[in-house]
C-alpha cells in the first residue's frame, strides 16, 4: 500500500523558513511534486522534482525562495521554504507518479496523494 505522509507544517513569522517533509512508503517513483491551496483557491503546483536527470522545476511565484530535494536513501522528499511570505500561507500537499509528465503543473496527473501539512505565515 502506497502512503505519502507529510510533516513540518506550522507557524512562522515572515522572513523565516520552514522545512516540510514527505515521507513516501509502499513504493518509489520518478517524480515527486509539491502543492499547496489556501482558502477559497484551487490547488497549484509549487514544485516538483524528476529523479531522471535531477530536474527540479519550481513556479514563479517561489522560485529563488523553496528548494526541492529528496533522500532516496530514506524514500523522503523535502521543501525547504525560506523568506517566507503571508502569501505562502496554505495547506502544502505532496505528491507522486511513476514518470515525468510535461503535465506536471497540474494535480490532475497525480495518482498517489498525502493528507497534507498547514502552514500559516503571519507575525
Known amino acids: 500500500q502506497v502512503q505519502l505522509v507529510e510533516s513540518g507544517g506550522g507557524l512562522a513569522q515572515p522572513g523565516g523558513s520552514l522545512r516540510l517533509s514527505c515521507a513516501v512508503s509502499?513504493?518509489?517513483?520518478?517524480?515527486y511534486v509539491w502543492f499547496r491551496q489556501a482558502p477559497g483557491k484551487e490547488r497549484e503546483f509549487v514544485a516538483g522534482?524528476?529523479?531522471?536527470?535531477?530536474?527540479?522545476v519550481y513556479a514563479e511565484s517561489v522560485k529563488g525562495r523553496f528548494t526541492i530535494s529528496r533522500d532516496n536513501g530514506k524514500n523522503t522528499v523535502y521543501l525547504q521554504m525560506n523568506s517566507l511570505k503571508p502569501e505562502d500561507t496554505a495547506i502544502y500537499y505532496c505528491?507522486?507518479?511513476?514518470?515525468?509528465?510535461?503535465?506536471?503543473?497540474?494535480?490532475?496527473?497525480?495518482?498517489?496523494w498525502g493528507q497534507g501539512t498547514q502552514v500559516t505565515v503571519s507575525s
Open positions: 505528491a507522486a507518479r511513476p514518470y515525468w509528465s510535461v503535465n506536471y503543473y497540474s494535480a490532475s496527473v497525480y495518482n498517489y
Open positions: 509502499g513504493r518509489t517513483f520518478q517524480t
Open positions: 522534482s524528476r529523479s531522471s536527470g535531477g530536474m527540479k
